[in-house]
């Protein structure tokens, strides 16, 4: 089909497609896929409204259009995501990193860690906390660990593009069990899976084209969180901290799992949306 799409009209389109299929960001979904496929950045488009598409441009943006009307994440069609201020690559066998979790790397930046802390990320994905970290403390000692080798495989990925290859060590393991027993962190922090198997948001949105793995954790979704909770103490220098996001509904449990195993200073913030996302204790 011959193109006589000019980059405002293209938009437009897009959007309106996009909405179509539910996306809640329909323009940002349409601006993203055309830079993807024009290869510039957001202000071009805005820059040059007027200019025609070429018609493989024009072809291969409605392509990405009808697979996001469909319901595929923007950043499995683009292949990468913004995290803090790393871009990362990023595919379907681990999570897409998402804002909330930059809460993690906030509120661990707020700790009071020696310079040379040792730290420890449990389930890393793409590699978004620990690298975040590496980026921000260049004399944290980081290490970072995945069940999954195709995760282990991208966060290696990402490390070694973001310049952060001396930074952080990368280990294949199902939680704790490829550490060695002796080895000790100043910081455990995570990201598990945290949704309950029979929670409906499985049914909507992104999480549709992410491994259940990475998302779904038995007993309501407190599988995990409580297993790290438990196991964690074995790992910790004296006055450690665990660091572990969670649904917003879990800050009770979750709080009561971290005092029962007598951890202390047990404290939950909350995400953008001022909802309890994250407790450290
Ligand atoms: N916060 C994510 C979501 O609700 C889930 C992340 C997780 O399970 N760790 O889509």
Not at 3 to 29: C, E, H, M, P, W
Request: overall charge negative.
């Amino acid at each position: 089909m011959k193109s006589y799409y000019v980059i405002s009209r293209a938009i437009n389109y897009g959007k309106t497609q996009v909405a179509l299929g539910g996306s809640d960001s329909a323009l940002l979904d349409a601006q993203l896929l055309l830079q993807h496929v024009l290869g510039c950045d957001r202000q071009y488009l805005y820059m040059h409204p007027e200019q025609v598409l070429e018609d493989q441009q024009w072809q291969d943006y409605r392509t990405l259009i009808e697979k996001r009307r469909d319901g595929y994440p923007v950043a499995h069609l683009v292949g990468h995501r913004d995290f803090w201020d790393l871009t990362l690559a990023v595919n379907d066998s681990t999570l897409i990193p998402r804002p909330d979790s930059e809460i993690l790397v906030e509120r661990a930046l707020l700790l009071a860690l020696k310079d040379d802390a040792k730290v420890l990320e449990l389930g890393t994905g793409t590699g978004a906390i620990a690298l975040a970290l590496a980026n921000e403390r260049p004399r944290w000692q980081l290490t970072a660990l995945d069940k999954s080798a195709e995760a282990v495989q991208l966060a290696t990925t990402n490390r070694d593009r973001n310049g952060l290859t001396d930074r952080l060590t990368l280990l294949q393991s199902d939680w704790f069990a490829a550490l060695k027993a002796a080895q000790r962190f100043d910081l455990i922090i995570s990201n598990p899976p945290y949704i309950d198997p029979d929670d409906a948001h499985l049914q909507l949105g992104d999480v549709r084209f992410e491994p259940r793995s990475a998302l779904v954790a038995d007993d309501q979704g407190y599988a995990d969180l409580r297993f790290i909770i438990e196991q964690a103490p074995a790992y910790l220098n004296p006055g450690a901290w665990v660091m572990l996001e969670h649904g917003f509904a879990q800050g009770p449990k979750v709080r009561a799992f971290f005092s029962e195993k007598g951890y202390e200073k047990v404290n939950t913030v909350t995400d953008y949306a001022n909802l309890d996302r994250v407790t450290f204790a």
